[in-house]
């Protein structure tokens, strides 16, 4: 391949591969991850690394490169991911990579194709350097981080104990991410008997049931959280984030669906969760309405020690430490024994936005930031 002149230009090839997850944008046509990790892979390549795709589900794949000089060195991973969220409702080309005023827009470029460009760019800069250091040198782009984190699950389980630090790629504004709360979806559904609205004496609502169980679950739950604050995190929260029932106004509805969003700390995580929580007070005997739990979906906390080696290391190169209101890959990688952090350029307000951006000047200041961060073992 012909390799991007700047860190600039490397980034725009990446947003100008659209890489949308598919399952956080149903019927919109996305593609999925594959096309940015052949790229990927085919820079990596290019660098002198061994790659390696790994699929994680049906064309969306993981893609790994070693760089040469491993032996029995200390392994050291640089991970972002390579899917992006959905297009909808941008006000720019979302794939575009156009670039105005010191800045780069698209879809990706903050959140977290810049951070993945500063990272390789630093990669191919440090190509000659890198069979010398004092670590074992990886990256490995992972798929499926905005829904589910189905890749970072697949490496951790059967890559993890390769390593003894990883990076993964986060807008940080260069600063340490060492902790983040985890989070977990839970769906409850209440079911009723539909008859028409004249006569709603003849069916059983099931919106009245959900919110019969919700007058007194949330309360609850807000005062069970409490006994689960974390001295970094703080308290772990609860919210309401969907309820839905009902097909139409003259019809007494049948079911009804509403979605619990908790933000867990690692203290409340190892207790079981809010699901646990959950279960334990509709047991109590909180309610007489008859509802069912499922969990949709979750992440993990993240807490590593701040005297770790490698976050000693980025604090030597003027990396501050904070902790994340947000949750990302590292949480999944550390749950496996790898100690994580997440730090790149950019802000994370600008993730996710209708005109998403990162400057050049923050892509280069990441891009050096990591080659730094290299230099710290040799």
């Not at 782009?141 to 697949?154: F, N």
């Not at 619990?260 to 005997?285: I, M, N, Y």
Request: glycine share 12%.
């Amino acid at each position: 391949m012909t390799l991007p002149n700047s860190p600039a230009s490397l980034l725009q090839e990446l947003i100008r591969i659209p890489s949308v997850n598919p399952d956080g944008a149903e019927g919109q046509g996305a593609t999925g991850e594959k096309a940015c990790a052949e790229w990927v892979g085919a820079f990596l390549e290019a660098c002198g690394a061994e790659v390696i795709f790994e699929e994680v589900l049906p064309g969306r794949p993981n893609v790994t490169g070693h760089f040469p000089g491993r032996g029995n060195k200390p392994g050291l991973l640089f991970a972002p991911h390579t899917d992006t969220v959905s297009v909808q409702g941008m006000t720019i080309d979302p794939f575009g990579g156009e670039i105005k005023d010191g800045r780069i827009y698209g879809r990706g470029a903050s959140d977290t194709k810049g951070t993945m460009a500063g990272m390789l760019w630093a990669l191919l800069q440090l190509r000659e350097e890198i069979p010398n250091l004092g670590a074992a040198i990886s990256f490995v782009g992972l798929m499926g981080e905005e829904a589910g984190q189905p890749g970072s699950k697949h490496f951790a389980d059967h890559h993890a104990s390769e390593f003894d630090f990883a990076v993964v790629g986060e807008p940080t504004e260069l600063q340490t991410v060492y902790a983040h709360k985890g989070c977990v979806w839970l769906e409850l559904s209440t079911s009723g008997r539909s008859c028409h609205g004249s006569t709603p004496e003849r069916g059983e609502n099931a919106i009245r049931k959900m919110l019969n169980l919700l007058g007194p679950l949330l309360p609850s739950l807000e005062a069970e959280l409490l006994k689960f604050q974390d001295e970094v995190l703080g308290k772990p929260t609860v919210s309401l984030g969907s309820l839905s029932g009902g097909v139409s106004p003259n019809i007494v509805p049948a079911s009804c669906r509403a979605i619990l969003d908790f933000r867990e700390t690692p203290a409340l995580h190892q207790a079981g969760g809010g699901l646990q929580l959950v279960k334990t007070l509709l047991k109590s005997g909180l309610t007489n309405e008859a509802v069912e739990v499922r969990k949709l979906g979750d992440s993990v906390p993240l807490h590593t020690p701040p005297d770790t080696d490698g976050i000693r290391r980025l604090q030597s190169i003027g990396s501050k430490l904070t902790v994340a209101p947000w949750f990302c890959d590292a949480g999944r990688l550390a749950e496996k024994g790898l100690s994580s952090v997440a730090v790149g350029p950019g802000k994370i307000a600008q993730a996710h936005t209708k005109d998403e951006f990162l400057t050049i000047e923050d892509l280069e200041a990441g891009a050096n930031f990591y080659a730094n961060f290299m230099r710290t073992y040799t």
